[in-house]
T-cell receptor, first 117, second 111 residues
Framework: GAVVSQHPSWVICKSGTSVKIECRSLDFQATTMFWYRQFPKQSLMLMATSNEGSKATYEQGVEKDKFLINHASLTLSTLTVTSAHPEDSSFYIC?????????????FGPGTRLTVT | EDQVTQSPEALRLQEGESSSLNCSYTVSGLRGLFWYRQDPGKGPEFLFTLYSAGEEKEKERLKATLTKKESFLHITAPKPEDSATYLCAVQARDSGYALNFGKGTSLLVTP
């Protein structure tokens, strides 16, 4: 149980374009989802927290107009990187907490590798 | 401000050579301390949650312990398949569900 998927697993896009990453909870309803970014040999840095049906809460220093998060249903959250630039290249990982899982534990997706050329 | 410091940054062990990884933390009101394993290019895999000082949890060759200032992940008789980065994270009572991660310990177990 508590499986989280992400799509795509990797994506290459050109500078200036936008890319959307999906995060799905497969066997539970995710009331809260998180988006993290991880640079090579670095730890996970929280970007934003999203609750189903409400606006995401962004961490300090994360541009909310650049990283658009939508949590429209209890099983799906999306992260759209708008006008991507090479410095946005990173490993993006989502996690989810919700009903049907053990309290407070986050379950992570497999990650999406974004490369902006 | 919450802080999580893991040591060592990297650890190389021979197969069967037991050792411990350290996670020191400061947090205003700990709700839980989490251990995850992360393989290259993958998302973190949940291992343990510890909620109070004195608590211990075990899973196969891994045992996690917690004090008021630090947590240890003991690896007994490791095998090459235990090679991975081990991440420690704390969750504060007033943070919702947000996790604050340490930088991880990269473990390599050689045959």
């Amino acid at each position: 149980g508590a499986v989280v998927s992400q799509h795509p697993s990797w994506v290459i896009c050109k500078s200036g374009t936008s890319v959307k990453i999906e995060c799905r909870s497969l066997d539970f309803q995710a009331t809260t989802m998180f988006w993290y970014r991880q640079f090579p040999k670095q730890s996970l840095m929280l970007m934003a927290t999203s609750n189903e049906g409400s606006k995401a809460t962004y961490e300090q220093g994360v541009e909310k107009d650049k990283f658009l998060i939508n949590h429209a249903s209890l099983t799906l959250s999306t992260l759209t990187v708008t006008s991507a630039h090479p410095e946005d290249s990173s490993f993006y990982i989502c996690s989810a907490v919700g009903t049907g899982t053990v309290s407070y534990e986050q379950y992570f997706g497999p990650g999406t590798r974004l490369t902006v050329t | 401000e919450d802080q999580v410091t893991q040591s060592p940054e990297a650890l190389r062990l021979q197969e069967g050579e037991s050792s411990s990884l350290n996670c020191s933390y400061t947090v205003s009101g700990l709700r839980g301390l989490f251990w995850y394993r992360q393989d290259p290019g993958k998302g973190p895999e949940f291992l343990f949650t510890l909620y109070s000082a004195g608590e211990e949890k075990e899973k196969e060759r891994l045992k996690a312990t917690l004090t008021k200032k630090e947590s240890f992940l003991h690896i007994t008789a490791p095998k090459p398949e235990d090679s991975a980065t081990y991440l420690c994270a704390v969750q504060a009572r007033d943070s919702g569900y947000a996790l604050n991660f340490g930088k991880g310990t990269s473990l390599l177990v050689t045959p």
